[in-house]
């Protein structure tokens, strides 16, 4: 079974362009949920989406927003780049929102902004 | 909001011995809690849960223990071995929803 894939895996963009990041879940999962990780601030929940609709959305600004598929796939989009959006951009998956709800991350988009 | 705080940035401890990372969460609606580990390079992969009736799960080398009342849990890591050197993060999740803490780096030395 294939896992979560992500692409690109690495990006340079410069402050005020925009840049889209793309996730493949596992096969069968539903579920798509985007987290931010910096030195020092962990995973930061940006939203998560089930079934094309978002379902939760964390403290970001809308520059940050997302979509998912109808083949579950998901992409994110952040527009008007800053500095402070360098980042890896972690994707994971998961069959349910029940139970323990084990995510299936991805292996990241690490954006670099200049 | 940080609902999930691991105030612990990094540990180092000897091969062999036990390694205890902590974390401390404000919502008390959590129903599971979550350890994942990850290497540089790599996306965080799951290690452990305890759902939130329980106060104790054991996997092996790797055991969690929660408790409700002080709102903290912790991983115990025993032996510790060198390949367990990488980031562990604590996540806690309420339905659909998991939030995580900022992790901590665990280093074993031989």
């Known amino acids: 079974k294939a896992g979560v894939t992500q692409t690109p895996r690495y990006l340079i963009k410069t402050r005020g362009q925009q840049v889209t990041l793309s996730c493949s879940p596992i096969s069968g999962h539903r579920s798509v949920s985007w987290y931010q990780q910096t030195p020092g601030q962990g995973l930061q929940f940006l939203f998560e989406?089930?079934?094309?609709?978002?379902?939760n959305k964390g403290n970001f600004p809308g520059r940050f927003s997302g979509r998912q598929f109808s083949n579950s796939r998901s992409e994110m989009n952040v527009s008007t780049l800053e500095l402070g959006d360098s980042a890896l951009y972690l994707c994971a998956s998961s069959s349910a929102g029940g139970g323990t709800g084990e995510l299936f991350f991805g292996e990241g988009s690490r954006l670099t902004v200049l | 909001d940080q609902q999930v705080k691991q105030n612990s940035p990094s540990l180092s401890v000897q091969e062999g011995r036990i390694s205890i990372l902590n974390c401390d969460y404000t919502?008390?609606?959590?129903?599971?809690f979550l350890w994942y580990k990850k290497y540089p390079a790599e996306g965080p992969t799951f290690l452990i849960s305890i759902s939130s009736i329980k106060d104790k799960n054991e996997d092996g080398r790797f055991t969690v223990f929660l408790n409700k009342s002080a709102k903290h849990l912790s991983l115990h890591i025993v032996p510790s071995q060198p390949g367990d050197s990488a980031v562990y993060f604590c996540a806690a999740k309420r339905y659909n929803d998991m939030r995580f803490g900022a992790g901590t780096r665990l280093t074993v030395k031989p």
């Open positions: 989406y089930f079934s094309e609709t978002q379902r």
């Open positions: 919502n008390s609606m959590f129903d599971y």
